[in-house]
């Protein structure tokens, strides 16, 4: 089976720009969720979508937006870029996102620098 | 909320057993899972905690005490591949699929 795969791998944008990622998850899982790496903040999450539905999310400001399509692949877009957002962003998917011991599997992130 | 503590850094040398500590803070959680991250590339899950106790997997295991609000994660026989980051999370009653991370131990293994 293919990983998760999230692309672009790499992106610089400037600030003020949006930027949209994508996110395919392990064949057959519903949930995906998003996470924002930073030196300075860890790993932090974003939010969690499952059947197309926002099922959870983090303590980000709302110009961090996300969708999942029927296909259960999902994009989360960043609007009015600031130089803080750069960072490494992950997402994991998992079969219901049921939580508990279900395994998260990451994908190798979208490194995104705003300069 | 809920918060986790890990040390930042841990040294060992090949070949020994190490340690590293997870304490939290939360009201309420399903468990404790342990993740490794080599040099900014994706987390990998290594082992889960429902209960207290230890599990083990291969050369890692993982322990809970929920009394004691700590779980370890226990790396043995440590080979230079093992140097990487590793993080504990929590997984949250009625919160889906969300973690939350602890701020990461950065393990160095040396010759």
């Known amino acids: 089976k293919a990983g998760v795969t999230q692309t672009p791998r790499y992106l610089i944008k400037t600030r003020g720009q949006q930027v949209t990622l994508s996110c395919s998850p392990i064949?057959?899982?519903?949930?995906v969720s998003w996470y924002q790496q930073t030196p300075g903040q860890g790993l932090q999450f974003l939010f969690e979508?499952?059947?197309?539905?926002?099922?959870n999310k983090g303590n980000f400001p709302g110009r961090f937006s996300g969708r999942q399509f029927s296909n259960s692949r999902s994009e989360m877009n960043v609007s009015t870029l600031e130089l803080g957002d750069s960072a490494l962003y992950l997402c994991?998917?998992?079969?219901?996102?049921?939580?508990?011991?279900?395994?998260?599997?990451f994908g190798p992130g979208t490194r995104l620098l705003v300069l | 909320g809920q918060s986790l503590e890990q040390p930042s850094e841990v040294t060992a040398v090949e070949g020994a057993i190490v340690q590293i500590n997870c304490t939290y803070q939360?009201?309420?959680?399903?468990?404790l899972s342990w993740y490794q991250q080599h040099d900014g590339g994706a987390p990998t899950f290594l082992s889960y905690?429902?209960?207290?106790g230890l599990e083990e997997t291969g050369r890692f295991s993982s322990f809970l005490s929920r009394s004691d609000s700590y779980g370890y994660l226990l790396l043995q026989e440590l080979q230079m591949k093992d140097s990487a980051s590793y993080f504990c999370?929590?997984?949250?009653?009625?919160?889906?699929?969300?973690?939350?991370f602890g701020q990461g131990t950065e393990l160095s293994v040396k010759p």
């Open positions: 979508y499952f059947s197309e539905t926002q099922r």
């Open positions: 064949s057959g899982h519903r949930s």
């Open positions: 994991a998917s998992s079969l219901s996102g049921r939580g508990g011991g279900e395994t998260q599997y």
């Open positions: 905690n429902a209960l207290d």
């Open positions: 999370a929590l997984s949250g009653y009625n919160q889906g699929g969300k973690l939350i």
């Open positions: 939360t009201s309420g959680f399903y468990g």
